[in-house]
């Protein structure tokens, strides 16, 4: 029984209580903008004995680290730190770069002499930005009469671009502030973009026109198979799509189909018009309601006829008049005011443009008014209000197209007739409003001279942003064109060289921002974009980029269902110490050489963080290491990958919603918390599927995120499974941090050894059962000790040293029995608690002690 | 101070409150259940400090109705009560005011819906909606991160939903609430006050926490009401209602057809009779094969009580019991109590893998054994035999002073156990790990577990013991690299000007020199080490050439006077060295003109007496 305690004859017991831990987790290397570590000024009597001294502008790092001898670096006096000497404090105000390197677990603190104000920054530039190798841009600068230097910088990014020559090639923003700047691009002289050491500006990148591009996201599809006639087609706000045509091969009748969001047919060919008609439009109506407009054929005197559904496609309208008299082209659109503006063409006179207004009851509110008073008005279409409250008509007078703007509410006229440039004598018309970008509009040439349909993207000021652009290369009929509830442009159309089949295309119109096209690099600045319409590649690239402690920050298309890459590239991406949050999709490259370390990304919703289509040749060609994902929609993809030759460990792979990682080849990945599907990944050494216990996810508040680890070194109950299970021994994930601080403290009291200390074992868990026969079961889980002093009197002094000990909430108690003859033996207990008799037993005796004081403590107890 | 009342966002000075509920934590894992209480809380009003007539009176000319009324424990950073007051209940006789509040789950209970929606949302979505723009719960007390994580999930199975309900229905938004989150197999549930919902999804795997055990109170049992094995799920088929359905064949031999109906009861073929319908047939599978992969067997409960030290295991967390017979058994934690008075935490958990369908690796890593602890300054090195399961994650040492006691004691890497991974290799072929910040001359014992990536854990190691150095000092180090114990002591020309040179000797720099033939060109001397028993062996292992490296020790009876040095013996090889007393140091003296890697020393054991 050999850990029983042993009393000896000491006067005293000693206890020691409330343990007090000062470890926190200490950067070693930091990821976004860094404007640099808060070291906190010197709090302990620093000297020679105690202290490593740090001084950057005198000293060296062959110096043995006192006061009169300082070393030069902060991590060659962490390097020097030993059992008394393990705090190092700095002895100017220089400024002190790099990550730091904490291997000495004898080192416990950095600190700042009283009077200094060093920097210590653990983002590096590799290079030390002067007026010879940069052009310098500050708010304080001027554009026109900057000259890019640090004492005469320019005020934007674009004039500082313009300034860059064969010998300063850096750009360089000297403050924290944000530049709102147009789309620009790395090229020529303009190679490096980068935050001075200790500052963090935002640069928020907004549209360049002339970087609109229309990939085709849905290729030609048929709608109705038999020979059609004019068509028309309108998004609905279930997000739906109706498309409304003539059905030629069916006595010209007027019929519909609907297709959902992804083009699947959901109501199949019905017809809402049993006679033949003619130039048919669809538009639904805020109300939900669809109008159909369309002329009517001879046996009803071609009139303009409407036709009402209601958003089940139930027929609210069936044939409603709008024109009595012969018509033409027509069209429909909608008012802001929810009117409903309806523009033809009037055949029963001279077919001039015309357009009545009805209110939400079909009532008419605007009778017949001209708006393009000459003869043969053809082609007729309109749409709008848009942004600006205006409704746009298109039309056809000849071979030439033109358009007019009426203000909505009373139709006057604001925008007069102008004729669109570079649409070539079209035959038919159809125009659509994109939202917050302009129009597209679409045209067919002479239907008899067979050429195909074409289109083009304005501005609301009709500034080309697409030019014009066949459709198709064989010739069409009768276009019709709507936005989708997701953005993409829908062109339905007669395929005249294909029996006169209605079919379909669908574009997704797209901008991306930065363009990179000369190797580049990019340091400290965290980008964003309050322009977000339509953006597909917030960066462009061609050539190799380097990123350094650089935000994508919110970098996500604002039009539905459009995703954005940070950055699209067919060069190597090589990231570090970067974050990615709350965007889209991270980096795409189609390169065998990448190299993504020590970054973050998470909560990017619509794709893959990291997709490199590449196959590395070399071990580490292509290398993902150290990196936070967490929280996204997918993690890794790898695509025609080597297998042997990509490099995935050292990482937190963490709640992407659809994997963390797809090969198309075997890879392993090793040394790495991983929850989530992994295809083509198979698990390698080191591999831990479990939460890695971030510091904060960032659920309630975004802001707080905080993807440090939990670990019981600094305070927390449970220690992340990512702690030490990088193969280079430090933490996975991209934040290295080490626990550093002084050691745990105790407080100390001692007081009277009693003559009573009763010590007892109990057991835990025991149970006793005893059956029928006799038969005895007994059982236990484990026994406890327990430890009960009594003072049959105590001295007032002594009793309220126990009194503050009992007093706090903390029950860890060292207990030194015998402190005078094992000073250094105890006994870790656990105060029980229980009510303290605290009065003597004669009142008289109160002003200098009391008696019958008990104090119990508890542990636990084996044999040893 | 630790609970703090605000009314309104002031607080109230903590002496005005005379009777406030003690509340209990208590979160469960289904809308249903979710605590829809209210609460009272008594305040002193005797000298009219609430007056809401008189000028000056806190509730004077205050709109009280519905404003914030928290409750927050500063001690542990929680809101341990969030919501809206109601009433205020002067008792004009007795000179109290009474409180009434009601929390923001009372207030989802008693707000009727007005609500519709066509578009493409989800239900976790309308859910979300409903908290934030039908009750106005504030975004601090709704962790919108979890909702985006089930919208996310429906969205990319298209479980869009239409929804449709007006005050004339008179459905209860708690109702509707609770029906999006039965459809869809959410749980809505609540961690300190704040809102969170979780889009169940089968357990694939993931390491939750280990409890190893528990208090006084164990049972498990087989929850008899959730079976589900065959579904409907009625949704939007281009204006007429249209159903998908899922079913288990195994599950009904077994137990027999249990059903599940989405809407929950016959409502026909016409769309306008669905308050809620799900837009899509995928939905609408979707939610059907759910319900039967969530339910298709009964569910296994556990509730058991825990100490205060895993009081921070929320709901919804997974963990893996390694009490009363289970080995890293997965759960999944459905309800949560805390007594915060008895420092008790009951949980109650559902096994995610029992019947088995993940397999799991149980296999414990092989067992430990720790070759040695030797005597540091302030600290302990722990030399140890590896284990080279392919799947080790790491190892736990444990570390006390006081036997029995394994998890209370503090070093500089944290509490015991730490958790060591990739721990270096000791020159002999061991591994190693030094703490520090131990208590000097105070004896210590150590154990080590090693565990892998499932965090099985192996059995306990050998327990070794050994005295922190006494802190008399002594360590000295010349033109040597290394140290004793772990990595050996070996020459080390870069380090010359380190350490210093005993009076005795003089350190010869050149060591290539012919000049001479035994050059003394290196010395370390240990730290003086104890044992209360007294030491008798020191087991040395150093160099392939012979008289490169001698060793000497000294001895002392108090730790102040000290004998002579021994006579140096030739640590080549494996030798050991009788030695004695209870206070001991020694020293490595490196004799080498020419010397190569094999010039090292070490110490393998310090063997003490009995």
């Given at each position: 029984m050999s850990n029983l305690p042993v009393y000896h004859n000491d006067n005293t017991l000693k206890f020691e209580y409330a343990p007090v831990i000062h470890k926190q987790a200490f950067p070693r290397n930091a990821v976004g903008p860094h404007a640099g570590l808060t070291i906190p000024e010197v709090d302990y009597t620093d000297t020679d004995a105690n202290t490593i001294y740090v001084k950057?502008?005198?000293?060296?790092?062959?110096?043995?680290?006192?006061?009169?001898?300082?070393?030069?670096?902060i991590n060659y006096g962490i390097s020097l730190c030993t059992l008394l000497k393990t705090k190092v404090v700095i002895l100017d105000s220089n400024t002190y770069e790099g990550e730091l390197v904490i291997s000495n677990t004898y080192f416990q603190g950095l600190y700042h002499e009283t009077g200094f104000t060093p920097l210590v920054s653990l983002r590096t530039l590799g290079f030390t930005p002067s007026d010879a190798n940069t052009i310098f841009v500050a708010k304080s600068g001027n554009d026109s009469t900057g000259t890019g230097t640090q004492a005469d910088p320019v005020l934007t990014i674009t004039k500082a671009i313009t300034l860059c020559t064969v010998s300063k090639q850096g750009v360089g923003i000297m403050d924290s502030e944000t530049y709102v700047e147009k789309a620009f691009a790395f090229a020529g002289n303009f190679l490096m973009l980068f935050a001075m050491i200790g500052c963090t500006p935002t640069v928020d990148i907004t549209k360049d026109d002339s970087h609109w591009t229309m990939p085709i996201d849905v290729t030609e599809t048929i709608f109705h198979n038999p020979s059609t006639d004019g068509m028309d087609v309108a998004r609905l706000r279930s997000g739906s799509i109706i498309i409304v045509y003539t059905d030629a091969a069916d006595s010209y009748k007027g019929k519909y189909i609907i297709l959902d969001s992804n083009f699947n047919i959901i109501v199949s060919e019905t017809q809402f018009y049993g006679s033949a008609i003619g130039s048919v439009k669809v538009k639904q109506l805020s109300s939900g309601n669809i109008i159909i407009v369309y002329n009517t054929g001879g046996g009803d005197g071609y009139k303009g006829r409407y036709t009402v559904l209601n958003d089940s496609y139930t027929v609210l309208v069936a044939a409603g008049i709008f024109h009595a008299n012969t018509t033409y082209w027509t069209a429909v659109t909608e008012t802001s005011s929810g009117k409903i503006f309806i523009a033809y063409s009037d055949a029963a006179d001279s077919y001039k443009g015309k357009y009545v207004v009805l209110n939400v009851d079909y009532t008419e509110f605007v009778s017949e008014t001209i708006f393009?008073?000459?003869?043969?008005?053809?082609?007729v279409d309109c749409d709008g209000s848009d942004d600006n409250g205006v409704v746009v008509i298109t039309y056809l007078v000849g071979t030439q197209a033109y358009y007019i703007g009426l203000e909505d509410t009373a139709f006057s006229v604001v925008k007069s007739e102008t004729n669109f440039a570079g649409c070539f004598t079209p035959a038919f018309l159809a125009v659509a409003h994109i939202p917050e970008i302009g129009f597209v509009l679409s045209f067919c040439w002479d239907y008899a001279s067979g050429y195909p349909a074409q289109y083009m993207v304005v501005d609301y000021s009709y500034n080309?942003?697409?030019?014009a652009t066949a459709l198709k290369s064989t010739k069409t009929a009768g276009i019709g064109v709507d936005i989708s509830e997701d953005g993409k442009i829908v062109f339905v159309y007669i395929d005249t060289n294909d029996s006169n089949k209605g079919k379909y295309q669908v574009f997704n119109p797209t901008n991306y921002h930065i363009t990179v096209s000369a190797s580049s690099t990019m340091n400290g600045i965290s980008f964003t974009s309050s322009d977000r319409n339509y953006l597909a590649e917030f960066i462009k690239s061609t050539a190799n980029m380097v990123l350094k402690w650089c935000t994508f920050d919110g970098i996500a298309s604002e039009t539905l269902n459009q995703t954005c890459w940070a950055i699209y590239s067919d060069s190597d991406i090589n990231a570090y110490n970067c974050i990615l949050r709350d965007g889209d999709r991270g980096f795409y490259t189609e390169e065998n050489e990448s190299i993504i370390q020590e970054n973050h990304f998470y909560r990017n919703n619509r794709g893959y963080c990291i997709h490199i289509k590449g196959a590395a040749a070399s071990l580490g060609d292509i290398s993902i290491e150290h990196n936070d994902l967490f929280n996204n929609y997918a993690g890794i993809r790898l695509e025609t990958n080597n297998g042997a030759n990509e490099r995935v460990r050292n990482n937190i792979l963490y709640k992407n919603s659809n994997g963390n990682v797809v090969a198309d080849t075997d890879i392993t990945i090793s040394n790495s918390v991983s929850v989530g599907a992994l295809t083509h990944a198979l698990v390698g050494a080191g591999v831990i599927h479990s939460n890695p216990l971030y510091i904060n996810e960032g659920g309630l508040d975004p802001d707080d995120t905080d993807l440090n680890i939990k670990t019981r070194v600094a305070g927390y109950q449970v220690d992340s499974p990512a702690k030490g299970l990088a193969s280079d021994l430090t933490n996975a994930g991209a934040l290295d941090v080490a626990y550093v601080g002084t050691e745990t403290s105790w407080s100390t009291i001692t007081v009277q050894k009693p003559k009573d200390i009763e010590i007892s074992l109990d057991t835990v868990g025991k149970g006793k059962n005893i059956s029928s026969d006799g038969t005895v079961f007994t059982k236990k889980t484990g026994q406890v000790q327990k430890i009960e002093i009594t003072w049959d009197g105590i001295i007032n002094a002594d009793l309220e040293s126990i009194l503050l000990m009992w007093g706090q909430n903390t029950p860890s108690v060292r207990a030194y029995l015998n402190p005078t003859t094992s000073p250094n033996d105890y006994l870790l207990c656990q105060i029980d608690w229980a009510s303290m008799k605290i009065s003597p037993k004669y009142y008289k005796l109160s002003r200098t002690g009391t008696q019958g004081v008990v104090l119990t403590l508890l542990r636990a107890w084996e044999l040893s | 101070m630790a609970e703090l009342l605000y009314i309104n966002s002031t607080l109230i000075d903590e002496g005005r409150v005379t009777k406030l509920r003690p509340v209990q934590e208590k979160v469960e894992f289904s809308a249903s259940q979710l605590i829809a209480a209210s609460m009272d809380v008594e305040l002193n009003n005797v000298d009219g400090f609430f007056a809401e007539n008189t000028p000056g009176g806190f509730f004077y000319g205050m709109l009280w109705f519905n404003c914030p009324v928290v409750i927050y424990d500063d001690v542990q950073n929680i809101y341990i009560w969030s919501g809206r007051l109601k009433n205020i209940i002067f008792n004009l006789e007795s000179g109290s005011l009474t409180i009434r509040t009601t929390n923001y789950i009372r207030d989802l209970a008693d707000t009727t819906l007005n609500y519709s929606s066509s578009s493409n949302v989800t239900p976790a979505a309308h859910i979300l909606a409903i908290l934030q723009d039908v009750v106005n719960v504030p975004d601090e007390f709704i962790n919108v991160g979890s909702f985006n994580d089930a919208i996310a999930t429906q969205t990319a199975n298209s479980a869009f939903v239409n929804m449709t309900f007006t005050t004339e229905k008179n459905q209860s938004a708690l109702a509707v609430v609770e029906e999006l989150r039965r459809m869809t197999q959410c749980h809505l549930y609540t961690i300190d006050n704040v809102l969170y919902l979780w889009q169940w999804r089968p357990w694939a795997g993931e390491i939750g926490a280990r409890i190893p055990r528990r208090l006084s109170s164990y049972t498990e049992q087989y929850d008899e009401k959730k079976l589900i094995n065959s579904t409907i799920v009625y949704y939007d088929n281009g204006g007429t209602a249209a159903k998908q359905t899922s079913t288990d064949a195994s599950s009904i031999a077994k137990y027999g057809e249990s059903s599940f109906l989405v809407p929950d009861r016959d409502v026909g073929n016409a769309i306008a009779d669905y308050s809620i319908l799900f837009k899509t047939s995928a939905g609408a599978a979707w939610a059907a094969a759910l319900a039967v992969e969530r339910y298709k067997e009964r569910p296994k409960i556990f509730t058991a009580k825990y100490g205060d030290e895993y009081n921070w295991i929320a709901c919804n967390d997974i963990v893996h019991l390694s009490h009363d017979g289970y080995s890293m058994e997965p759960a999944r934690i459905i309800e949560r109590s805390y007594d915060r008075t008895a420092g008790e935490v009951t949980l109650t958990g559902e096994f995610v893998n029992i019947p088995e369908v993940y397999s799991r690796d149980e296999e414990a890593p092989g067992t430990v054994e720790i070759v040695g602890v030797y005597p540091l300054r302030r600290g302990l090195m722990v030399k140890f035999t590896s284990v080279d399961d392919v799947d080790l994650a790491g190892y736990l040492l444990y570390f006390t002073?006081?036997?029995?006691?394994?998890?209370?004691e503090f070093c500089n890497l944290g509490q015991s156990p730490v958790d060591v991974k990739n721990p270096p290799a000791t020159r002999d072929g061991y591994v190693y790990c030094a703490i520090r910040e131990l208590h000097p001359g105070t004896r210590y014992s150590v154990k080590i577990r090693s565990y892998d990536t499932s965090y099985n854990e192996s059995a306990d190691s050998n327990i070794v013991s050994s005295y922190v150095c006494p802190e008399i000092g002594g360590e000295n180090e010349c033109m040597l690299l290394g140290d004793p114990y772990a990595l050996a002591l070996s020459p080390d020309v870069a380090n010359a000007a380190g350490g210093t040179v005993p009076a005795e000797f003089t350190i010869y720099t050149d060591f290539d020199s012919s000049e001479f033939d035994k050059v003394i060109t290196g010395i370390y001397e240990s730290d003086v080490i104890y044992s209360a028993t007294g030491f008798t062996y020191l087991d040395v292992f150093g160099g392939s050439a012979a008289a490169m490296v001698l060793i000497s020790w000294r001895s002392s009876s108090d730790g102040v006077t000290f004998d002579s040095w021994s006579t140096p013996e030739d640590a080549c090889g494996s030798v050991r060295v009788a030695v004695s007393g209870i206070y001991l140091q020694y020293r490595f003296i490196y004799y080498s003109p020419s010397w190569g890697s094999s010039d090292y020393a070490m110490i393998t054991q310090l063997e003490e007496a009995a």
């Open positions: 950057g502008s005198t000293g060296s790092d062959g110096n043995v680290g006192t006061a009169a001898s300082p070393v030069a670096t393009k008073n000459t003869s043969n008005v053809f082609g080309t942003l697409i030019a | 002073a006081s036997s029995g006691e394994w998890y209370a």
